[in-house]
């Protein structure tokens, strides 16, 4: 196995890649949509958008590879860096770089590759949006085409994440660091404290707006009987494809977070209604119940029970009341025979503050 060179621009690169502020930043839909939409496009099963930092790959959005980051000196994606166009491996079993790299003799088995180097706004190639395939495989050139098509598309991404501050580079190791212990490593989403976080900020906010604010509270139904049949590696699996299918079904002014175990919290951004925030939460039942999840031997079926708490007013709201609401309407949708949406209604101001 061949390592890759580092490139010239070596710091000026990591810099740029800093100021990105995605290193361990959580799902986001705006990059999922883009590594389905290059799955589906170029038929591999599995595609990424990559950052090559400077001992790991870390991936900003993948699919059909259970994974968040890699070794650098084992990514194919710090080879293409060294590109200024798109690096394809047909078969990396033949080729000298990769043959005896243990993502090829072992998962996910990579025979095709192909990837085009993604730049910041200053033109530092940072990552890859690439694809892979377990095959020996061709791409016509209408295909390198839409390949590079959705590599710019990542770099729009990349471009309004991009941010410039003086003497960054130790700032951003420490708020990296921050990042980090605010995402749950299973899911990639934000943990329960961050989330809580989220949850104070919008009602800050809609405090000062004069509006109203909804939670969801999500469960995944029959979790333990799936562990216990099938195993807890495809327990893991549908947490994280379970997170994936959230972040894709909510509004990208919305917040999710893993509460805990198999339970997660959506904090809504601003939403009118209890109706409303229903709407969103029966987007995200059907998002997971329509689609069998890639875990165990043949794959399985999974779904979600619901429940949505909205407050009126945001003026002495407490968090934990809200929380608390959405919680006992997800009782009751377990109760109801699960994979379906309770709303508890609307809070009142009597309701947040109940006479001691």
């Not at 010239?8 to 930043?25: G, I, K, N, P």
């Not at 959705?150 to 951003?172: G, K, V, Y």
């Not at 893993?258 to 904090?267: A, D, K, P, Q, W």
């Amino acid at each position: 196995m061949r390592e890759a060179l580092i490139p010239h621009d070596e710091s000026r690169r990591l810099r740029s890649l800093r100021e990105t502020a995605l290193l361990d930043s959580p799902l986001e839909e705006r990059f999922e949509r883009i590594t389905r939409l290059a799955q589906r496009l170029l038929r591999t099963p599995i595609a990424a958008v990559s950052l090559v930092d400077a001992e790991r790959q870390w991936f900003k959005s993948i699919q059909g590879f259970d994974v968040r980051e890699t070794a650098r000196a084992v990514s194919f994606c710090s080879h293409t860096i060294l590109c200024d166009d798109v690096m394809i491996v047909r078969d990396a079993r033949e080729d000298p770089r990769f043959h005896d790299n243990p993502l090829v003799t072992g998962g996910p088995h990579i025979v095709f590759y192909a990837g085009c180097p993604i730049r910041t706004p200053d033109g530092s190639r940072v990552g890859s949006m690439c694809v892979v395939d377990r095959r020996f495989r061709y791409l016509s050139r209408d295909d390198v085409g839409a390949l590079r098509d959705i590599a710019r598309l990542a770099e729009q991404e990349l471009a309004q994440s991009f941010r410039r501050a003086a003497d960054c580079e130790i700032l951003d190791g420490v708020e990296a660091l921050r990042r980090a212990a605010r995402v749950d490593s299973m899911t990639g989403l934000w943990n329960r404290e961050a989330i809580f976080e989220a949850l104070e900020a919008e009602i800050l906010r809609a405090r000062r707006a004069g509006v109203g604010v909804g939670v969801i509270m999500a469960d995944i139904d029959h979790f333990k009987r799936i562990n216990d049949s099938l195993g807890h590696a495809a327990g893991d699996a549908i947490l994280r494809q379970t997170a994936k299918r959230m972040v894709g079904a909510v509004r990208e002014i919305d917040a999710v977070g893993r509460y805990g175990g198999e339970e997660f919290l959506i904090v809504l951004g601003p939403c009118e209604s209890p109706a409303a925030a229903a709407a969103v939460a029966e987007r995200v039942r059907r998002r997971i119940a329509d689609d069998r999840f890639a875990a165990g031997p043949e794959g399985c079926e999974a779904t979600v029970s619901l429940g949505v708490a909205f407050a009126m007013s945001a003026q002495g709201l407490r968090g934990e009341a809200l929380v608390e609401a959405a919680d006992c309407a997800l009782y009751r949708a377990k109760r109801a025979g699960r994979n379906q949406v309770v709303c508890g209604g609307a809070l009142t101001e009597a309701a947040e503050h109940p006479a001691a």
